[in-house]
């Protein structure tokens, strides 16, 4: 089992940047596939990015191609989204999720993540 505190979510101006943190406790941390996901009010909650348990397989929702990058750290139970570029459009609470995956399978589905952060908001300015 694995506990997720997200952070580092705060007001930014459109075209500006932010690294989100999703710090994990637990010993099995490592074992598990990451995802970040985000939910703007009144939509449904969406991929953004994920990350498989060793960090190098990695994949992201077609809009943040390019300008997101998701990585972790093992050593500090860590996993960061560091966004660039962002738009209004971005604003939501995100979260960070974990899904117990064989392989180097890979999923954009909340349902398959079975452990979820508490989220935190990113507001994009315009």
């Known amino acids: 089992q694995v506990q997720l505190v997200e952070s580092g979510g705060r007001w930014v101006q459109a075209g500006g940047s932010l690294r989100l943190s999703c710090a994990a406790s637990g010993r099995t941390f490592n074992r598990y596939t990451i995802g970040w996901f985000r939910q703007a009010p009144g939509k449904e909650r969406e991929f953004v990015a994920a990350i498989n348990w060793s960090g190098d397989n990695t994949w992201y929702a077609d809009s943040v191609k390019g300008r997101f990058a998701i990585s972790r750290d093992n050593a500090k139970n860590t996993v960061y989204l560091q966004m660039n570029s962002l738009n209004p459009e971005e604003t939501g609470i995100y979260y960070c999720?974990?899904?117990?995956?064989?392989?180097?399978?890979?999923?954009?589905?909340?349902?398959?993540?079975?452990?979820w952060g508490q989220g935190t908001q990113v507001t994009v300015s315009s």
């Open positions: 999720a974990g899904g117990n995956f064989i392989g180097y399978a890979q999923s954009r589905l909340p349902s398959d993540y079975g452990y």
